[in-house]
């Protein structure tokens, strides 16, 4: 599976697993992002948000692995929806990680975090910081460029009125909360998606229908929860600090049957985060069904 990648809009391949790296902080993740890829990870995934971006480049420096064999995603913060600001951040995501370039850049969130799924979608500041993007990419600073957490109208207002189309949409997705809508409107316009937190920031790992199916096929509910998104035609961006969880989030090549993945998708949404339900983009997933 760490071997497997899809192909971008613009022909850049991406690895479909990677390794997310939120809530892990900047002194740990060095050696977080160096045992995966000894176990053998490629595709690391930071943001300027999580303020780990110069652990994540000093693992990579420190690892044995060629800089042109890893891709690295991180994301534009949230709360810029302007050009200049979008400009200096990717300058400085760029001087944070020690690159010469970035395989991914996207933006984070098409609201600012503390006005997330408030209903204004923020339309001219995101084509703002888009734009910043569009001139680093072209400029040869980013390989690729994207979004994260945009619904259909957000991305229309980036296809629409940009000049370059979004590669990537990166979303919450994961057995029981899985936004079907902008998942066939992304594949559709040959935007990849990436689902992250697919065990749901591990609140999904003791529900009892997950746990009773992944014992049918003899693999973890964590290793279920990473082949669900899978076989939604999504990569999937489990998040660990642990090198064997690194390792069995790796050993997912089995298939779920047909209606295993049709019993999974119409779970009810499982009734609580946990720790991390204060979060923004969790606590919408409540607003947005009505709980």
């Known amino acids: ?3 497997e990648t899809v192909a971008l809009l613009n022909g850049v391949h991406i690895p479909k697993l990677g390794l997310g790296t939120w809530m892990i902080k900047d002194e740990k993740v060095v050696q977080v992002v160096k ?5 053998g990870y490629r595709h690391i995934d930071t943001a300027a948000a999580y ?10 420096k420190e690892s044995d692995v060629d800089r042109k064999d890893i891709f690295v995603t991180t994301k534009l913060e949230g709360d810029i929806k302007n050009y200049e600001e979008a400009v200096k951040a990717i300058d ?6 020690d690159m010469k370039y970035i395989d991914l850049m996207i933006i984070h969130s098409p609201q600012p975090w503390a006005n997330f799924r408030d209903g204004n979608h923020y339309f001219e500041g995101n084509l703002e910081a888009w734009r910043a993007l569009e001139e680093a990419y072209e400029a040869g600073k980013l390989r690729a460029i994207g979004v994260s957490n945009f619904e259909q109208i957000d991305l229309e207002n980036l296809i629409n009125n940009g000049k370059i189309k979004p590669m990537v949409n990166q979303i919450l997705a994961h057995i029981t909360n899985v936004p079907t809508d902008v998942i066939e409107y992304s594949q559709r316009q040959g935007i990849v998606v990436e689902a992250y937190s697919p065990i749901a920031h591990g609140a999904i790992l003791d529900h009892p229908v997950v746990k009773e199916i992944a014992e049918t096929y003899a693999v973890s509910p964590a290793q279920l929860s990473i082949r669900y998104v899978l076989q939604l035609d999504t990569m999937a961006l489990p998040k660990t600090s642990n090198k064997e969880h690194m390792k069995s989030n790796a050993d997912v090549d089995f298939v779920i049957s047909e209606e295993d993945m049709a019993v999974l998708t119409h779970l009810p949404l499982i009734e609580t985060y946990g720790d991390d339900q204060v979060m923004p983009v ?7 069904k009505g709980q």
């Open 92 to 97: 400085e995501s760029l001087e944070r990680l």
């Open 282 to 288: 969790f606590s919408s997933q409540y607003k947005e």
């Open 51 to 60: 303020r780990n971006e110069r652990g994540v480049g000093r693992g990579i």
């Open 1 to 3: 599976m760490l071997n």
């Open 35 to 39: 045992d995966a890829l000894k176990v």
